[in-house]
């Protein structure tokens, strides 16, 4: 496709489910990236992919959150056993990843909320 | 730590007149710098980039931006704001070593005609 993609646009699940938001990036691009933007604040990074691999997992905020990606190219980030506290809408952005600072081209997000 | 500051939560600008929209960054060296808006319903797009170089940038839309070493900031700005400016504005620093992007919390700008 012409952008990123990510699916489901919204989802709505109870405390304790587990949920898996999807990620298409645009197609050629080897990076990949997962942000969280919770109401009011800013984008808080989550993981990085360089092609399959993941060497940059610091930003997780627990082991419930896991991420995987294949064929270089869709990406699935895995919240296992929600919590309130994971509402909020999650970002995917792909870029080039040929150098460093290139630019990221962003999904229109999913909408989770954990009720 | 790395840290990105947007002091203005919020801007309201009557349409016509000049904006500046405020970044601090707090960083070990000089990192890329970002600027991205946030329009209602639509995903993040790039307005302008400082990597090296010229310290005033030049983006889409009529936005510049400029690099100041000595004082840790990018401020965005822009002479004669349209309406469709109104959006949400984020600043953004890149880690020249390693992979981690940092977003400031962001600057709503309301435009009143």
């Known amino acids: 496709g012409a952008g990123v993609s990510q699916s489901p646009s919204n989802k709505v699940t109870e405390k304790g489910k587990d949920v898996e938001l999807r990620c298409d990036p645009i197609?050629?691009?080897?990076?990949l990236y997962w942000y969280r933007q919770r109401l009011g604040q800013g984008l808080e990074f989550l993981i990085y992919f360089q092609g399959n691999s993941a060497p940059d997992k610091s930003g997780l905020p627990s082991d419930r959150f896991s991420a995987e990606r294949t064929g270089e190219s869709v990406s699935t980030l895995t919240i296992q056993r929600t919590q309130q506290e994971d509402s909020a809408v999650y970002l995917c952005?792909?870029?080039?990843?040929?150098?460093?600072?290139?630019?990221?081209?962003f999904g229109p997000g999913t909408r989770l909320t954990v009720l | 730590a790395q840290s990105v500051t947007q002091p203005d939560i919020h801007i309201t600008v009557s349409e016509g007149a000049s904006l500046e929209l405020r970044c601090n960054y707090s960083y070990g060296a000089t990192p890329y710098l970002f600027w991205y808006v946030q329009s209602p319903g639509q995903g993040l797009q790039l307005l302008l980039k400082y990597f090296s170089g010229d310290t005033l940038v030049q983006g889409i839309k009529g936005f510049e931006a400029e690099f100041k070493r000595s004082q840790s900031s990018f401020n965005l700005r822009k002479p004669s704001v349209h309406w469709s400016d109104a959006a949400e504005y984020f600043c953004a620093v890149g880690a020249k070593t390693g992979n981690q992007f940092y977003f400031g919390t962001g600057t709503s700008l309301t435009v009143i005609p």
């Open positions: 197609s050629g691009h080897t990076a």
């Open positions: 952005a792909s870029s080039l990843g040929v150098a460093k600072g290139d630019e990221q081209f």
